[in-house]
């Protein structure tokens, strides 16, 4: 068994026979702010075993909404600028494009919205070494407005490694098929993923909301 810390998590690596090997939560170590957010159809929880997790609240039939949730950021691909800074094309092998730079900067705008990223999943690249990486490549960029270039290193490159890990490519309000931009839908990134899944998403108005 091997415990892993973060600022906003304690997880617990479970390992298993044959190799395999599944997190759990060890504890609920502080308040979080998106355990009890409450949908028509589904809330988010907590337990002891699975940690945040999605639970039904009503019988579902198929083709039913779950979840509609607004974007706490959302960017428009035609939107975002192609202007890039000193040291932005070395935050691509993070997975940190102009888009996802731009959300970056919108989401974590206000002292809720990073509450809210830090709540949210950890990246795997959130190591000590990374977070400065990342900061420091920030920092020369010229992308960093005033109330983010305040930040601790560690502070700067949690957010902005755990926005990439979270976001979703929004589509079109028609056929769900055509990439329209990336939006940050905090109680939607909880959702697991699935190699055959049983619910499917669609965006509304210009990405600005998610439906499940």
């Known amino acids: ?4 810390a973060t600022e906003s998590d304690l997880l617990v690596l479970v390992e298993q026979r044959g190799g395999a090997s599944e997190y759990h939560w060890s504890s609920h ?9 409450t949908f028509e159809a589904i809330r988010v929880g907590w337990n002891a075993s699975r940690g945040r997790c999605i639970f039904t609240t009503m019988q579902i039939k198929r083709g039913e909404l779950l979840m509609r949730e607004p974007a706490l950021a959302h960017v428009a691909f035609s939107k975002a600028t192609s202007a890039r800074g000193t040291g ?8 940190l494009d102009e888009p996802t730079i731009q959300l970056a900067v919108k989401a974590a705008g206000r002292q809720s919205g990073r509450q809210l990223v830090t709540a949210l999943s950890a990246s795997r690249d959130e190591d000590v070494r990374t977070l400065g990486v990342v900061a420091s490549r920030l920092r020369t960029s ?3 407005p ?5 930040l601790t290193d560690a502070l700067l490159g949690q957010l902005f490694l755990r926005i990439k890990c979270n976001l979703h490519v929004s589509h079109d309000d028609d056929t769900a098929a055509a990439a ?3 939006g940050l839908y905090p109680a939607a990134a ?5 190699c055959v899944p049983c619910a499917c998403f669609s965006w509304t108005d210009g990405g600005r909301y998610m439906n499940v």
Do not use: C, K, Q
């Open 1 to 4: 068994m091997r415990v892993i």
């Open 29 to 37: 170590l502080r308040p979080d702010p998106l355990v009890n957010a």
């Open 88 to 95: 932005t094309a070395g935050l691509d092998e993070y997975g």
């Open 142 to 144: 010229g992308r960093l």
């Open 146 to 150: 005033p109330h983010l270039s305040g």
């Open 180 to 182: 329209t931009g990336v």
């Open 190 to 194: 909880l959702l697991n993923h699935d």
